[in-house]
């Protein structure tokens, strides 16, 4: 039972032949499933009578449809709730936390625009970010820090891209994190510079209690992402990240300056 | 090196620390000559602003000599006679250019901190708590200078220290309360307070147009400073009725500005300013509004109230239905230094004002801990301590 449950009865690298019945029901209802099909069947056999044979079989089918995942009447209809869970890109709504960060930068558009579109920039400006690597023009392959001193790596696509304006981006089917992102560009009202909002969407594996853990132990997206928001706006505008040290402390890394930025261009 | 450090209420002390070192390239490490104890030092040494942590070195009129310069500070070099600002700025954000530099966006480190309290975070000061930015302080043998670029100011020859040391606050905050009031000439200014900051307000009313200073303070020595060297008339609250005298000296109408130079630590003799200890003492507010509640009270209808006295967190009962029922404007906040430092320096070359007149103490550093109880006691007549290093 427990194998049947915890591990996909078949994986897409089998051939159809090792596996002619694939899963197309996802794990919940097959938790329901050998529930309700477990209760008919007890029902039926206790009735004896028509109705009981009746609920004999249909106790049975629904044991069958849990215990391997393949419903033949979803293979009829065309149905596959498994595959829908599994595939499904970025955070699915009324899912996940959102982190929101807003403020002006005094400096120009298309310059704050370029240094966000080139993704690998990221890692250098945001602490919970370990790498970004490029894979294309649209994919990336991203790596986080997580609580624990664990990481979590996911791949994503940017889909929506409009130079000086926004670029939004999404996790790619399979990641470990189903997460969003898009940052705003605006020219700012009062003349100079630009308004600039940048928001995260992310749904870490094991949802709410895991973002609700993390924050217990300090990791807290919200305050992180308005202190790297900051700091980037202190290496545009200042060159450099304010600091109350009254000396470099040996051995500890150094906050970075404007001209220490690796910046990679298009 | 020596400095003053803070260890809670009360408990000053003079400790060995690690020198200064250059962190960012914007930095500069100025060796302090003169330092001086400011009034709002004496709200941390009262233990009333939050943030203080044992061991931060306090301080921030400070002036000295430029010992090494970062490698993007170009406009000093070493040798340097400097004074320098108390208000930390960047000079590249929106308000340093809209010449708000009090308000700089970039250069509280601890930003986040004020912003729980606050909304938004105005800039980083020396030596005036963590939640404002968590800096060293100057009265200290060395102090690290951030953005020395855009700060400090170059003192010509000729003039001494105890002449300019005072640019670095209180001369820029008490013009910059005058300034507030937006005097037209001839108009009558009402200023509380006669400390340092109250008796340059007054110099400053006068300089800017105003007809007639009046002064409001208990302590004989400062409203003889008052009077003899700032010309302004004076009263002392607790020989009379101060609405009443202004209503007198103002034909019945109420001065055109008032300037509350006195802040967070009023005193007062009405029953509302034993209402303000009783609150504070329960927690209820974090500021005494006395002073505040006598200058909204007083002020002639559609007049300027202008607030350079420090406030820190939350105030009670202030009379905003007198404020708005009589269509006052208030202005307030911390000085934007920078803007005022050449004006300033002006006036001394000039000879127009010797801001050194109202220093009645000085003393090493090694005195400071009983420097800061005889000032804030008002011990030996005492108006303004420097420090020596």
């Known amino acids: ?266 | 090196m020596r400095a003053v450090s803070w260890h809670g209420k009360e408990d000053i002390r003079v400790e060995t620390f690690p020198d200064p070192q250059i962190v960012n390239p914007r930095d500069a490490i100025v060796k302090v000559s003169l330092t001086a104890i400011c009034g709002s030092d004496l709200h941390l040494y009262t233990g009333r602003i939050p943030t203080m942590q044992a061991g931060d070195i306090l301080g921030h009129e400070f002036m000295g000599e430029v010992v090494a310069v970062g490698h993007e500070v170009t406009n000093l070099k070493i040798g340097d006679r400097v004074v320098v600002p108390f208000t930390i700025s960047c000079g590249g954000c929106y308000f340093c250019k809209h010449d708000l530099w009090s308000l700089c966006d970039n250069s509280n480190p601890n930003a986040w901190m004020v912003e729980k309290l606050y909304g938004h975070s105005p800039s980083g000061l020396f030596g005036y708590s963590h939640m404002l930015g968590g800096y060293a302080g100057g009265q200290a043998e060395y102090v690290r200078v951030p953005f020395a670029d855009v700060g400090p100011i170059t003192v010509p020859e000729g003039l001494s220290d105890e002449q300019v040391l005072f640019l670095s606050d209180i001369f820029p905050t008490g013009y910059m309360a005058a300034e507030n009031c937006q005097i037209r000439e001839g108009d009558t200014v009402a200023v509380w307070g006669c400390g340092p900051v109250g008796l340059f307000a007054i110099w400053s009313a006068y300089k800017l147009g105003a007809g007639k200073v009046i002064a409001i303070d208990r302590f004989p020595e400062r409203l003889k400073l008052a009077r003899e060297y700032c010309k302004a008339k004076t009263l002392n609250y607790e020989e009379v009725d101060v609405f009443t005298m202004l209503q007198e000296l103002t034909g019945g109408r109420g001065p055109d500005s008032c300037i509350d130079a006195v802040g967070s630590e009023a005193h007062g003799t009405t029953l509302d300013a034993w209402y303000d200890l009783a609150a504070e003492k329960l927690m209820l507010e974090t500021d005494r509004g006395h002073v505040l509640r006598q200058v909204i009270h007083s002020c002639r209808k559609g007049g300027t109230i202008s607030i350079p006295g420090v406030y820190g967190g939350f105030l009670d009962k202030v009379p905003i239905g007198a404020a708005f029922g009589k269509g006052l404007q208030l202005r307030m906040g911390q000085t934007h230094v920078h803007r005022y430092l050449p004006r300033l320096l002006e006036f001394i070359r000039e000879g127009e004002l010797d801001p050194s007149f109202l220093i009645t103490h000085r003393s090493s550093l090694e005195q400071a801990a009983d420097m800061y109880r005889i000032f804030e006691q008002k011990q030996d007549e005492c108006i303004k301590v420097v420090l020596q290093t």
Not at chain 1, 147 to 163: C, F, M, N, V, Y
Request: aromatic share 4%; proline share 5%; glycine share 10%.
């Open chain 1, 1 to 266: 039972m427990k194998t049947g449950l915890m591990n996909s009865t078949c994986s897409s690298s089998q051939s159809v032949k090792q596996c002619p019945l694939s899963q197309n029901v996802a794990n919940s209802e097959r938790v329901l499933s050998l529930l309700g099909g477990g209760g008919l069947l007890l029902m039926g056999l206790r009735r004896g009578s028509g109705a009981g044979l009746l609920g004999v079989a249909a106790g049975a089918s629904l044991l069958y449809r849990g215990w391997t995942g393949h419903c033949h009447l979803y293979e009829g209809l065309g149905i596959n709730t498994a595959d829908s869970q599994r595939k499904r890109p970025g955070v699915p709504a009324h899912q996940g936390s959102k982190v929101n960060s807003a403020l002006h930068i005094n400096r120009d558009r298309q310059e704050i625009y370029d240094f966000w579109r080139k993704l690998e920039n990221l890692p250098q400006i945001m602490q919970h970010l370990e790498s970004v690597t490029m894979l294309d023009e649209k994919r990336s392959e991203w790596v986080a820090r997580a609580p624990l001193g664990k990481t979590l790596q996911w791949e994503a696509e940017i889909i929506t891209d409009k130079p000086g304006e926004v670029i939004a981006w999404q996790s790619l089917p399979g990641s470990q994190v189903d997460t969003a992102g898009s940052v705003h560009f605006k020219d700012s009202s009062t003349g100079a510079g630009t308004e600039f909002v940048v928001s995260i969407m992310y749904n870490p594996p094991g949802g709410q209690i895991v973002t609700q853990i993390a924050h217990l132990l300090g990791q807290d997206l919200q305050a992180e992402l308005n202190q790297d928001l900051r700091e980037f706006k202190q290496l545009l505008e200042a060159g450099e990240i304010a600091t109350n040290a009254i000396a470099p402390e040996p051995g500890q890394i150094q906050k970075p300056v404007m001209s220490d930025l690796k910046v990679v261009k298009s």
